[in-house]
């Protein structure tokens, strides 16, 4: 890295605990709320219901393989901007960057809308005040992680330790107070696909699921502030890989304990009624209560990473050179406000469904490039240094990309508008990259 001692500097303190906490913090959020409903519904048999979880697990840990590789030979933060920059040129990376930070001040002020709602619910004094809430949340962390590094770490492993107890204890409850299930009223069991439809539902099955696995990898935004990247990154990856996989299938084996297939599928808050069903009255507000734990575990993590991702495309050319300023507790303060104020824009806008919509095919297409830039490299540079070389290659990179591919080609078909919208984008992204060239040069190469 060559920015001055005057730009200050990112800090070299994280270490594996910060890894996976970023990760769980970054992944389990408000998905997990949502999409069993979804999966249910496609796949309404248990086996099939809990199988698809497991092979969202499985294309998350052969990614892993591939990106830990990246990770480590290429120990830049920023995330998978940079794999993409050095393997596939300049605008490939201004592609992955720019998609990979809007989409992220995106997510931040969806999850903080939904904070504003659940906490509206759960305290009447706030209820209608979403939008203030949302605004004030998304804000006080931005000052939080502005003090600096440590706090920002620490403020990450906190919550992601007290999320990761709350849905523990919400599984052990489930387990031992779920028992009545069969007495969940429950219409008539609905029969699984067959054939060809099987195939369709379980392709759109794990289109949900992998966008609730998607922030596994989240340790890669901070590599050159890792303390040890050779060791550490393929530690926290594949521990963040492990760890996410076994709370999902714990907490959707809960449910189908708790309540019968035929009632999770459809429901948009299964979470929700299966606590009904074990603490009565208190239901809602319980698992509103670890909800909301969980989304500002994902705010900070969403602030942490948005303005890693700016901060490495300023120091290359492709935003204001202020952005690469750095402050003493090893913050990019002028990144992360900027971040923050684009997801209060998105909150005050109530545009962000659209956005996210619109770039969520730039989700697996980013995965996608960086699984090309291991084959890419592997040709290109075969004697750097790759402190980790992924495993099983070039199978295990092989599969992923594959994976990847066939989940495009199934998004491109099953949301069709939004495709175009997207590919619509991505042509007009050349003439902005040409434009982002001209007004900023970049600090390092």
Avoid at 266 to 285: K, S
Avoid at 348 to 357: C, H, K, Q, W, Y
């Amino acid at each position: 890295m060559s920015v001055g001692r005057s730009r200050g500097r990112l800090l070299s303190i994280l270490g594996v605990g910060f890894g996976l906490a970023v990760a769980i913090g970054d992944t389990i959020a408000a998905g997990i709320v949502r999409t069993p409903g979804e999966i249910a519904l496609k796949l309404p048999h248990v086996w099939l219901f809990l199988g698809v979880w497991v092979a969202g697990g499985l294309y998350a840990l052969l990614g892993a393989f591939s990106l830990a590789e990246l990770g480590t030979m290429i120990p830049r933060s920023g995330g998978q901007y940079n794999f993409a920059r050095r393997a596939l040129g300049p605008y490939a990376g201004f592609i992955v960057g720019w998609s990979d930070w809007i989409s992220t001040c995106g997510t931040t002020a969806a999850v903080a809308i939904v904070i504003g709602e659940y906490t509206g619910a759960l305290l009447p004094a706030l209820a209608g005040r979403t939008v203030a809430v949302a605004t004030f949340v998304t804000m006080a962390f931005a000052l939080l992680q502005w003090r600096g590094l440590r706090w920002g770490s620490r403020a990450q492993e906190l919550t992601a330790a007290l999320k990761t107890l709350a849905f523990l204890a919400l599984v052990v409850a489930c387990f031992a107070l779920g028992g009545n299930s069969h007495s969940v009223a429950a219409g008539p069991p609905a029969h699984a696909p067959a054939g060809l439809a099987l195939a369709v539902a379980v392709v759109l099955a794990l289109q949900a699921v992998i966008y609730t696995y998607d922030g596994w990898d989240a340790v890669i935004y901070f590599c050159e502030e890792v303390r040890n990247p050779a060791h550490d990154i393929p530690r926290s990856m594949f521990g963040s890989v492990l760890s996410i996989t076994a709370i999902y299938l714990l907490l959707n084996a809960a449910l189908v304990y708790v309540l019968p297939i035929s009632v999770i599928g459809g429901e948009n808050f299964a979470l929700g009624v299966a606590a009904q069903q074990i603490f009565g009255a208190h239901g809602d507000q319980i698992i509103r209560s670890v909800m909301v734990v969980s989304m500002l575990s994902g705010i900070n993590a969403y602030h942490l990473m948005a303005t890693r991702v700016l901060y490495a495309m300023s120091r290359d050319g492709l935003f204001s050179s202020r952005a690469v300023r750095v402050n003493e507790g090893g913050t990019p303060s002028v990144a992360l406000f900027a971040s923050a104020a684009v997801a209060v824009l998105f909150i005050l806008s109530g545009t962000f469904e659209r956005v996210i919509a619109l770039l969520a095919f730039f989700f697996v297409a980013n995965y996608t490039l960086s699984f090309v830039s291991v084959f890419v490299l592997r040709w290109r540079e075969p004697d750097a240094s790759r402190p980790y070389r992924a495993w099983g290659y070039p199978w295990t990179t092989a599969l992923a990309l594959a994976g990847s591919i066939g989940f495009l080609a199934a998004a491109v078909v099953s949301d069709t508008r939004n495709s175009l919208w997207t590919l619509l984008l991505l042509a007009a992204s050349y003439p902005v990259y040409r434009l982002s060239q001209r007004l900023a040069r970049p600090l390092s190469s």
